[in-house]
T-cell receptor, first 114, second 112 residues
Framework: DGGITQSPKYLFRKEGQNVTLSCEQNLNHDAMYWYRQDPGQGLRLIYYSQIVNDFQKGDIAEGYSVSREKKESFPLTVTSAQKNPTAFYLC?????????????FGEGSWLTVV | SQQGEEDPQALSIQEGENATMNCSYKTSINNLQWYRQNSGRGLVHLILIRSNEREKHSGRLRVTLDTSKKSSSLLITASRAADTASYFCATSMKTSYDKVIFGPGTSLSVIP
């Protein structure tokens, strides 16, 4: 089945640790995105990537890092510099500009700092 | 730097009634989209309206766009309990096409 797979679904992190959230898509989409969602809130853009080996900061990039070595993969690392990382993280992708800006989401990853 | 803002923040209606949600944005856009999110899940795309369009329909959904007022509305007609969810508008700015920004959302409760 085609889609976007995020893993793990639930992750617990100790303070001071880095963790990496995985996002894989087999839709052959060009652009990929990471958003953060706090309870009862909207989505805030962390990073996005339009092509392989290139990515741009979103509105809340501090304390996060990404890589885009392959078209289908866009992992997000939550570093120890992120002071309040407990949140729901959503990965998304988009085919190309000719299809408009419709983006497709994974099912999300819950990160809790313990 | 939030691009889109929805209102109301929360809306509670009876099944069968219509639900209207509004979205305002600050800068010129390429297009505006509406998404739906069930609690704890990913978002699902509902409809996209381009900046040169004024109205679009999809089933029980009707979206309008007023670029002079920088606002959009989403109308869900004949609501059902299954429509209970959060609804978000998302925009991409003319100056940064690939950067898609979401508003804070409207939480809709449809009471059977």
């Amino acid at each position: 089945d085609g889609g976007i797979t995020q893993s793990p679904k639930y992750l617990f992190r100790k303070e001071g640790q880095n963790v990496t959230l995985s996002c894989e898509q087999n839709l052959n989409h060009d652009a990929m995105y990471w958003y953060r969602q706090d309870p009862g809130q909207g989505l805030r853009l962390i990073y996005y990537s339009q092509i392989v080996n290139d990515f741009q900061k979103g509105d809340i990039a501090e304390g996060y890092s990404v890589s885009r070595e392959k078209k289908e993969s866009f992992p997000l690392t939550v570093t120890s510099a992120q002071k309040n990382p407990t949140a729901f993280y959503l990965c998304a992708s988009r085919f190309d500009r000719s299809s408009g800006n419709t983006i497709y989401f994974g099912e999300g990853s819950w990160l809790t700092v313990v | 730097s939030q691009q889109g803002e929805e209102d109301p923040q929360a809306l509670s209606i009876q099944e069968g009634e219509n639900a209207t949600m509004n979205c305002s944005y600050k800068t010129s856009i390429n297009n505006l989209q509406w998404y739906r999110q069930n609690s704890g899940r990913g978002l699902v795309h509902l409809i996209l309206i381009r900046s040169n369009e004024r109205e679009k329909h999809s089933g029980r959904l009707r979206v309008t766009l007023d670029t002079s007022k920088k606002s959009s509305s989403l109308l869900i007609t004949a609501s059902r309990a299954a429509d209970t969810a959060s609804y978000f508008c998302a925009t991409s700015m003319k100056t940064s096409y690939d950067k898609v920004i979401f508003g804070p959302g409207t939480s809709l409760s449809v009471i059977p």
